[in-house]
């Protein structure tokens, strides 16, 4: 059983960054590829960012190419997203999600056992 904890949102303006973390334990993180997700205001949860579990394959959404980096660190069992030139429409709850096909950067939260509780990111025009 792995439990996820998100940090790191907040508020901000409108081309500020971010930096969320999550931070797993319970389990061997370097076994899972790891995903970010986001859901915004009456809006369904959607795929933003993933990441195998050596860090060798990193997908994003359209929406954020180009803005979010997600990276991991093993040895800290922990996940990343730096979130750079923040728009309104970025406003979200983010959630981190492990997927234990390790090699495997899914875009569908169905793939993923076990999220974390979300941390929330509110950007301001």
């Known amino acids: 059983q792995v439990q996820l904890v998100e940090s790191g949102g907040g508020l901000v303006q409108a081309g500020g960054s971010l930096r969320l973390s999550c931070a797993a334990s319970g389990g061997t993180f370097s076994s899972y590829s790891m995903g970010w997700f986001r859901q915004g205001p009456g809006k369904e949860r959607e795929f933003v960012a993933a990441?195998?579990?050596?860090?060798?394959?990193?997908p994003y959404a359209e929406s954020v190419k180009g803005r979010f980096t997600i990276s991991r660190d093993n040895a800290k069992n922990t996940v990343y997203l730096q979130m750079n030139s923040l728009e309104a429409e970025d406003t979200a709850v983010y959630y981190c999600?492990?997927?234990?096909?390790?090699?495997?950067?899914?875009?569908?939260?169905?793939?993923?056992?076990?999220w974390g509780q979300g941390t929330q990111v509110t950007v301001s025009s």
């Open positions: 990441i195998t579990s050596g860090g060798g394959r990193t």
């Open positions: 999600a492990a997927n234990p096909n390790r090699y495997y950067t899914s875009t569908y939260p169905t793939n993923y056992n076990y």
